[in-house]
């Protein structure tokens, strides 16, 4: 049972276009939704986080995009650069509580073209 | 990363061997987590520690063991290499169970 769904699994944009990833969640107790960024060779590193008390987090040309009742959450990049092609996951967590780990979707590859 | 040691990078083991892999960090952290990393199925956790000597299992923890006798060190070891084990692996902490930092990883084949 997957319980992080993400998709598209890769995406190809054009420098100075929008680079979307969506993310879909099953449990209802989830209350944590970060986003972390992987280089080839690299580990992953913490990219944006958004919590389900806010619809919309936004952090220079990334954005979160929230939906509480949908159960999905989506990765905005915006004016996107050749440097900004790498791995991305989303994940969840119900989190500080002892016990509870992020769960992570597959990962989406993202390619910008120059 | 810093604050986050893992070792070793590259390692190639034979099937039936034990292998241990390491993860030290200096930012005295209370939790602590295995993954590993394989195309097509993103990062699956294999166990994790909420604590010196307190530690659960993950989604694929069979074929795996860890042990955390110290905060700074968390030991992942393949009691019994198979080939469905190369991976790579990665350590990550954090201080409130968010906002993880990841190692390095290391790179595991067995053959």
């Known amino acids: 049972q997957q319980q992080v769904k993400q998709s598209p699994q890769s995406l190809i944009v054009q420098k100075g276009g929008i680079s979307i990833i969506n993310c879909a969640y099953e449990?209802?107790?989830?209350?944590?939704f970060p986003w972390y960024q992987q280089f080839p060779g690299k580990g992953p590193a913490l990219l944006i986080a958004?919590?389900?008390?806010?619809s919309e987090k936004k952090e220079g040309r990334f954005t979160i995009s929230f939906n509480k009742s949908a159960k999905q959450f989506s990765l905005h990049i915006m004016d996107s650069q050749p440097g900004d092609s790498a791995t991305y996951f989303c994940?969840?967590?119900?989190?500080?509580?002892?016990?509870?780990?992020?769960?992570f979707g597959k990962g989406t590859t993202l390619s910008v073209s120059s | 990363d810093a604050g986050i040691t893992q070792s070793p990078r590259h390692k190639v083991t034979e099937t039936g061997t034990p292998v241990t892999l390491r993860c030290h960090q200096t930012?005295?952290?209370?939790?602590m987590y295995w993954y590993r990393q394989d195309p097509g199925h993103g990062l699956r956790l294999i166990h994790y520690?909420?604590?010196?000597?307190?530690?659960d299992k993950g989604e694929v923890s069979d074929g795996y063991s860890v042990s955390r006798s110290k905060t700074e060190d968390f030991l992942l070891t393949l009691e019994s290499a198979t080939s469905s084990q190369t991976s790579v692996y990665f350590c990550?902490?954090?201080?409130?169970?968010?906002?993880?930092?990841f190692g390095s990883g290391t790179r595991l084949t067995v053959v």
């Open positions: 994940a969840a967590s119900k989190g500080n509580q002892a016990g509870t780990a992020l769960i």
């Open positions: 520690s909420y604590g010196v000597k307190d530690t």
């Open positions: 990550a902490i954090s201080e409130r169970g968010n906002g993880y930092t």
């Open positions: 449990n209802t107790a989830f209350d944590y």
């Open positions: 930012e005295n952290h209370r939790y």
């Open positions: 958004i919590r389900p008390d806010v």
